[in-house]
């Protein structure tokens, strides 16, 4: 489409994620959801990035509300490029001290996109792309690992009444939607405990995901993605 909707969002982009926001602001409030939805619609994931590089899962950017499951996916390819970069070359006990930056990442990507609109229907949707997405599941389990609450949340049978929109949604949404990847995860979560003690075994997981991370970084990106991680 590129018409002067999204022109203006992307000059705006020049002066920053905040004056791209307003412009978003703007259309919501002016024209309606549905115009701004056929604007996010046209965004690259590059500059999806950049709109969503200074929210969280509190205040999350207008955008993630209305991306696609395709620009979900390619925004979060993306950003498996820089955590790889970053994080991949990490010995586990580095990555030990490091895990809640990341985790805090995955947690303000990964919710606003899924949650932030607060409809069934796309939340539906959204959630079955992060789980059909190979890694999708194994994320899931990364952004937890070792929390507090975790072990609640992931191993004890029953209703946890997990915080709506955060990584324990994650969670309580994979069991629900997706029970067998839930169970493998438990497995894989379970074999790593067995072998190690409880420190140890999340520190081994956590390294065990960010090293398959690798697998998925996208073909056109090398090593100057590393700027897409925020600290």
Same mark, same amino acid.
């Given at each position: 489409?590129?018409?002067?909707?999204? $022109?203006?969002?992307?000059?705006? =982009?020049? %002066?920053?994620?905040?004056?791209?926001?307003?412009?978003?602001?703007?259309? !919501?409030?002016?024209?309606?959801?549905?115009?701004?939805?056929?604007?996010?619609? %046209?965004?690259?994931?590059?500059? @999806?990035?950049? =709109?969503?590089?200074?929210?969280? +899962?509190?205040?999350?950017? /207008?955008?993630?509300?209305?991306?696609?499951?395709?620009?979900? #996916?390619?925004?979060?390819?993306?950003?498996?490029?820089?955590?790889?970069?970053?994080?991949?070359? +990490?010995?586990?006990? %580095?990555?030990?001290?490091?895990?809640?930056?990341?985790?805090?990442?995955? %947690?303000? =990507?990964?919710?606003?996109?899924?949650?932030?609109?607060?409809?069934? *229907?796309? *939340?539906?949707? +959204?959630?079955?792309?992060? #789980?059909?997405?190979?890694?999708?599941?194994? $994320?899931? /389990? $990364?952004?937890?690992?070792?929390?507090?609450?975790?072990?609640?949340?992931?191993?004890?049978?029953?209703?946890?009444?997990?915080?709506?929109?955060?990584?324990?949604?994650?969670?309580?949404?994979?069991?629900?939607?997706?029970?067998?990847?839930?169970? !493998? $995860?438990?497995?894989?979560?379970?074999?790593?405990? @067995?072998?190690?003690?409880?420190?140890?075994? @999340?520190?081994?997981?956590?390294?065990? #995901?960010?090293?398959?991370?690798?697998?998925?970084?996208?073909?056109?990106?090398?090593?100057?993605?590393? *700027?897409?991680?925020?600290?």
């Amino acid at each position: 489409m590129n018409d002067e909707r999204t $022109l203006a969002v992307r000059a705006a =982009l020049n %002066e920053g994620a905040g004056a791209a926001e307003k412009q978003l602001a703007l259309i !919501a409030g002016s024209q309606g959801d549905d115009q701004l939805a056929l604007v996010v619609a %046209e965004l690259s994931a590059p500059e @999806i990035i950049t =709109l969503v590089g200074e929210s969280d +899962m509190t205040k999350s950017s /207008l955008v993630s509300a209305f991306v696609t499951p395709e620009q979900f #996916i390619a925004v979060l390819t993306r950003k498996l490029d820089a955590w790889s970069s970053y994080y991949g070359p +990490m010995s586990r006990g %580095e990555l030990a001290n490091s895990l809640l930056g990341l985790q805090d990442q995955l %947690e303000d =990507l990964l919710c606003p996109m899924i949650f932030a609109a607060e409809i069934p *229907e796309r *939340e539906k949707t +959204m959630f079955a792309a992060l #789980i059909d997405f190979k890694i999708g599941p194994d $994320l899931i /389990l $990364l952004a937890g690992l070792g929390r507090k609450d975790f072990d609640e949340v992931f191993l004890l049978k029953g209703n946890f009444p997990a915080f709506a929109g955060t990584w324990q949604s994650l969670f309580t949404g994979l069991q629900l939607r997706a029970p067998g990847e839930h169970k !493998a $995860l438990r497995a894989f979560y379970t074999q790593h405990v @067995i072998n190690d003690d409880h420190e140890r075994a @999340i520190a081994a997981c956590a390294h065990d #995901i960010v090293q398959s991370m690798s697998e998925f970084r996208s073909p056109d990106q090398g090593p100057d993605t590393v *700027e897409f991680v925020s600290f």
